[in-house]
């Protein structure tokens, strides 16, 4: 009589971690109670993949996910910036455009914008902290007056807008009505930061992205998604080689 051997169930796999193009990845997992399938991401600045999984799936099924996927996950990493220095001499993107960083030992330590050129004084160590807060600071003014432009044509009021430092998102609505707006946007051209608010101020609305959700964007913009998307697509991760 034929016996057969039944092979003892292996243990599930432990903070994974994926070689890729000679660096070793964490894979963060995330079950989700209404996912279908496989979804994976790499981090903006390349630091983790990123599995979203159905919530009865286990973590060695997302370690072979990944793994077929290999060839992709190698552009992706290829695509993530480098460090970019911020300091004196360097350039520094600032609504779509870059601008030169001066110091000059006679200077406000508060950057001042002045043709072209960020004029900074102050101890040079300094540097990047101050001009992370003077880009911080820029984007409230920008992104509340963007978000009550779009909440009135939507009839919806305003509510407080946040500043978020989230590696996947470039914004979010929650259930309650926060509105979270990455701050690396003020780097970005307006109108990639414009069509992200918008989203979220549509998502005030309907919070989903149901076809009428998507009528809503279109009507609320002045100018296509696509382009933004296709910036967001090209470019996003390099916005986070600045201020690391």
Partial sequence: ????????????VADPVIDV??????????????????VMRLAPDGSEIRVTMPRWGQSREAVRFAQSRMAWLERQ???????????????????????????????????????????IGGAQESIPQRLEKWLRADAVPLMESDLAYYCAAAGVDAPPIRLSRAQRRWGSCSSAGTVRINWRLIMAPDFVRR???AHEAAHLVHFDHSPAFHALLDHL???PV????????????????YFG
Avoid: F
């Fill in 226 to 241: 696509a382009p933004a998307n296709r910036w967001l697509k090209q470019h996003g991760r390099s916005l986070y080689g």
């Fill in 21 to 38: 193009a000679g660096r070793s990845l964490p894979l963060a997992i995330k079950r989700h109670p209404t996912a279908k399938k496989l």
């Fill in 77 to 119: 990493l290829g695509d993530v910036a480098s460090a970019h220095p911020v300091g004196d001499g360097a350039t520094l993107p600032y609504r779509g455009t870059m601008l030169d960083i001066v110091w000059d030992a006679t200077a406000r330590r508060m950057p001042m914008l002045d043709d072209g050129q960020l004029i």
């Fill in 1 to 12: 009589m034929t016996r057969w051997l039944i092979p003892a169930l292996r243990p599930d």
């Fill in 195 to 197: 069509s992200v608010v």
């Fill in 221 to 223: 913009l002045d100018e």
